[in-house]
C-alpha cells in the first residue's frame, strides 16, 4: 500500500541541526514531487519545502530559506531535509507529501495538491 513515512525529529538545541527523512513505497514516485509541511501547536499548518521531480529543483519558504536543504534520492525513494540553524520557532509537526504537481507552480504548498501524506515527526527546538 502508498505509505509515507517520516523519520529524524526529535529535541535540539537552538542553533543545532537535524535531518529528516520521508521515505516512500506504495506508488510512481519518481514522477511525484516532494513537500514539506509544518504545524505548530495553534497555528495553522505551512509548507516549508518543495522538490520536482523532474528536474529536482527545490524551493523554500521564506522562514526556512538558507537554514534547510531538501534533496531526494531517487534510488532509496527517499527525500530528506536537513535542518541547520534551527530557531525555537522551528519547533512543529513536520509532515512530508507526494504530488503530482511540479513545485514550480505557484501553488505549490496548496494541501489540496497532495495526494499522500506521511504521519509526521516532532520537532522540538529549545534549550
Known amino acids: 500500500q502508498v505509505q509515507l513515512v517520516e523519520s529524524g525529529g526529535g529535541l535540539v538545541q537552538p542553533g543545532g541541526s537535524l535531518r529528516l527523512s520521508c521515505a516512500a513505497s506504495?506508488?510512481?514516485?519518481?514522477?511525484?514531487?516532494v513537500g514539506w509541511f509544518r504545524q505548530a501547536p495553534g497555528k495553522e499548518r505551512e509548507g516549508v519545502s518543495c522538490i520536482s521531480s523532474s528536474d529536482g529543483s527545490t524551493y523554500y519558504a521564506v522562514p526556512v530559506k538558507g537554514r534547510f536543504t531538501l534533496s531526494r534520492d531517487n534510488a532509496k525513494n527517499t527525500v530528506y531535509l536537513q535542518m541547520n540553524s534551527l530557531k525555537p520557532g522551528d519547533t512543529a509537526v513536520y509532515y512530508c507529501a507526494a504530488t503530482i504537481i511540479d513545485c514550480s507552480e505557484s501553488y505549490r504548498y496548496k494541501g489540496d495538491n497532495y495526494d499522500y501524506w506521511g504521519q509526521g515527526t516532532q520537532v522540538t527546538v529549545a534549550s
Open positions: 506504495g506508488f510512481a514516485w519518481d514522477y511525484y514531487s
